[in-house]
C-alpha cells in the first residue's frame, strides 16, 4: 500500500515532504532505541516511534524506510524537520499512542518482522 | 568489482547533529560498487554503530573503508577514553551511556553485539586514556552475491 493510504486511514498529519506520499510501504516497524531500529527494520518499513530529534532521519534515510509517524502528537524538532527535507524523508504525526497505531496498521495488513507483508 | 577501494571519513566526537554522516558515506560508496543490498545492510549496521560509539564516547575519530574483491573493511579508530573491559562492554544491554543519550534512544547496548552479529572477522582493540580500534570485516562471496 501506499504511504498516502495510511496518511488518509488514520488520519495522520505530514510534517514533511507530502510530495512523496506515493512511497509503496510493505511493512512496519515500532521502537524507540535506535540500535533496534538499525537492526531490525527493513527497506520499505514504515516507522513507529516517540523520538523526535533529528538522529531518527539518518536512521530512516540508511534503512530505507518509507516513513516515520510520531506518536502521541509529538512534534519533531526544527532541525529535524530540516534534515528530513535535505534526505527526503516522509515524517507524520499520529495523536494517538504507539499501540493503536501499530494495531490499525496491522489490520490494514502490513507485517513486520519476517512475516509476510 | 575490481580495483581496491578506499577512503576515510572523520567523526567528531559528541556531535549528535552529523552522526550517521559517515555511515552514509559507506552506503552510498558500497550502492555505486553494486554489491548485494544484505552486504551493503550488514555493513552500513557497522559503520553507524562504530561511529555512534565515537560520537557518544570519544572525542574523535576516523573512519576507513575498504573494499576488496573479498572483503569490505570497516576500521574505526578513535582518540578517546578507551574501554576497560572489552568483553564486558560485549554484552547485550551493556551501556556506561550517559542518561541524555538514553532518552535520544542510544545507549540501549545493542551497538557493539550488532556489529559482532553483521560481522565475519570483528577485532577490538582498546587502550583506556588514549583510544579505540574497531576492526570489522564482511567477506563477499565471489562476483558479489550472497551465496
Ligand atoms: N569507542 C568507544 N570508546 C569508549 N567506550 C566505548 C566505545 N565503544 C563502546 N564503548 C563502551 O562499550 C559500551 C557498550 O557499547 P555498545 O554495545 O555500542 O552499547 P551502547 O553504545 O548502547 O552503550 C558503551 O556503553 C561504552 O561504555
Ligand atoms: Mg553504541
Not at chain 1, 540508511?62 to 502521541?72: P, Q, S
Not at chain 2, 560508496?29 to 560520537?55: C, F, H, P, Q, T
Not at chain 2, 570519544?58 to 573512519?63: C, H, L, N, S, V
Request: aromatic share 6%.
Amino acid at each position: 500500500m501506499k504511504l498516502r493510504e495510511i496518511v488518509e486511514s488514520l488520519g495522520l498529519e505530514v510534517k514533511c515532504c507530502g510530495d512523496r506520499l506515493d512511497r509503496e510501504v510493505t511493512g512496519a516497524y515500532a521502537s524507540d532505541l535506535l540500535s533496534d531500529v538499525m537492526a531490525k527494520s527493513k527497506a520499505g518499513d514504515v516507522w513507529i516511534t516517540l523520538q523526535t530529534h533529528m538522529n531518527i532521519i539518518a536512521v530512516a534515510a540508511l534503512n530505507d524506510l518509507a516513513g516515520i509517524i510520531l506518536v502521541n502528537g509529538r512534534e519533531p524538532e526544527e532541525a529535524t524537520l530540516k534534515k528530513a527535507e535535505d534526505e527526503g524523508i516522509v515524517i507524520m504525526v499520529s495523536k494517538e499512542p504507539t499501540f493503536e497505531v501499530a494495531g490499525k496498521l496491522y489490520e490494514m495488513g502490513l507485517r513486520g518482522g519476517h512475516g509476510a507483508g | 568489482m575490481h580495483a581496491v577501494y578506499q577512503e576515510s571519513f572523520h567523526i567528531e566526537g559528541g556531535d549528535f547533529s552529523r552522526a550517521g554522516a559517515a555511515a552514509s558515506r559507506v552506503k552510498q560508496i558500497l550502492k555505486e560498487i553494486g554489491l548485494d543490498s544484505s552486504y551493503v545492510k550488514r555493513a552500513v549496521v557497522i559503520a553507524y554503530e562504530a561511529e555512534i560509539n565515537v560520537v557518544s564516547y570519544a572525542t574523535r575519530g576516523k573512519m576507513t573503508l575498504t573494499v576488496s574483491p573479498a572483503k569490505i573493511d570497516i576500521t574505526v579508530e578513535d582518540v578517546g577514553p578507551g574501554i576497560e573491559d572489552i568483553e564486558l562492554a560485549m554484552q547485550e544491554g551493556y551501556s556506561t551511556a550517559s542518561d541524555w543519550i538514553r532518552e535520544m534512544g542510544f545507549g540501549a547496548g545493542m551497538g557493539l553485539p550488532n556489529i559482532k552479529k553483521n560481522s565475519d572477522f570483528l577485532e577490538i582493540e582498546s587502550e583506556v586514556g588514549v583510544g579505540t580500534r574497531v576492526h570489522a570485516e564482511v567477506h563477499l562471496a565471489k562476483g558479489g552475491r550472497p551465496s
